[in-house]
């Protein structure tokens, strides 16, 4: 059983620029969810996908947009880079329960950087 | 609006000491709540879930608690060990949140030497 692998690890663009970070999700999940870390605080929700669908949204903005894929794998897309959005992106996959007690299983995290 | 802190921001005790890790939240409406272990490179691994139904779950020498009244829990580490230094976060799921997010604290850094 493969865990959640993210990719790039690393990356640096500059501001203006469009990135895309990709993942991989756990085996047997089908629902994947995005965080961004800025450095020394915890992380927030940008969206969730479930069956290829956006089912959830945290308070970022269009420019932030995803896909999710039919083998569950997802995109984080961001276009027009901010220097603000300098930060660990990490994406967690889980087996959507209706009782929403899912657990979430974490990569390792794409750490962007915008100069 | 809910809001979960972390207090202290970094943590350094020798090694054997017992310790607990605090984390409290503004709005005693959760559904469930987790403590996550950050290791720098490797992501995000959870530790323990307390559903609100819980006053507490252990896991080794885990002890995570819930006191929804006092908008509190806490993580007891029992006999540190320098492996588990790490960063320590707390995060909770709103009841009937549409967004199924997770709401984070911000952790807090602790360091256990030999």
């Known amino acids: 059983e493969t865990g959640v692998t993210q990719s790039p690890t690393h990356l640096i663009k500059t501001r203006g620029q469009q990135v895309t970070l990709r993942c991989s999700s756990q085996s047997g999940h089908n629902t994947v969810s995005w965080y961004q870390q800025a450095l020394g605080q915890g992380p927030q929700f940008i969206f969730q996908?479930?069956?290829?669908?956006?089912?959830g949204r945290g308070n970022f903005p269009p420019r932030f947009s995803g896909l999710q894929f039919p083998n569950y794998s997802s995109e984080l897309n961001v276009n027009a880079l901010e220097l603000d959005d300098s930060a660990l992106y990490l994406c967690?996959?889980?087996?959507?329960?209706?009782?929403?007690?899912?657990?979430?299983?974490f990569g390792a995290g794409s750490r962007l950087t915008v100069l | 609006k809910q809001e979960v802190t972390q207090i202290p921001a970094a943590l350094s005790v020798p090694e054997g000491e017992n310790l607990v890790l605090n984390c409290s939240f503004t709005?005693?409406?959760?559904?469930?709540l987790q403590w996550f272990r950050q290791d720098p490179g490797k992501g995000l691994t959870s530790l323990l879930l307390?559903?609100?139904s819980q006053r507490e779950q252990t896991s080794g020498r885990l002890n995570a608690s819930l006191d929804k009244s006092s908008g509190r829990s806490t993580l007891y580490i029992a006999a540190s060990q320098p492996g588990d230094s790490a960063t320590y976060l707390c995060a909770l799921r709103r009841p009937l949140d549409s967004n199924y997010q997770l709401i984070w604290g911000a952790g807090t850094k602790l360091i256990i030497k030999p």
């Open positions: 709005d005693s409406a959760i559904y469930n």
């Open positions: 967690a996959s889980s087996l959507m329960e209706i009782s929403g007690a899912n657990v979430l299983t």
């Open positions: 996908y479930y069956r290829e669908e956006e089912n």
């Open positions: 307390i559903q609100s």
